[in-house]
């Protein structure tokens, strides 16, 4: 079972369809094309505050992605719904 998340990202591009996403490796930031490797922001002004000073960043979009829900190893049920564990043992 996948549920969608949304996360705010930073975007750089110069027409719109060549749209690079920012992400962070090994210390520094970086431009990459898989926006599920760039950096999930769950609040706009966070990825606005990291962004302030950087002149590449051009716009702050929302974006849905659909993730797969962690499950519990002892019934399967989606990690939040589990009542056979809440989460002490299994996952
Ligand atoms: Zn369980």
Redesign the pocket.
Known sequence: MSETVYAWLIENGKDGEDIRYRGWAEGWPYWVKDPYKALWFVRREDAEAISAEDEDAWRIVEHGFEVEQPR?K??G?AERD?T??HGEA?W
Request: glycine share 12%; proline share 0%.
């Open positions: 519990c002892n019934c049920a589990c056979c564990c299994g």
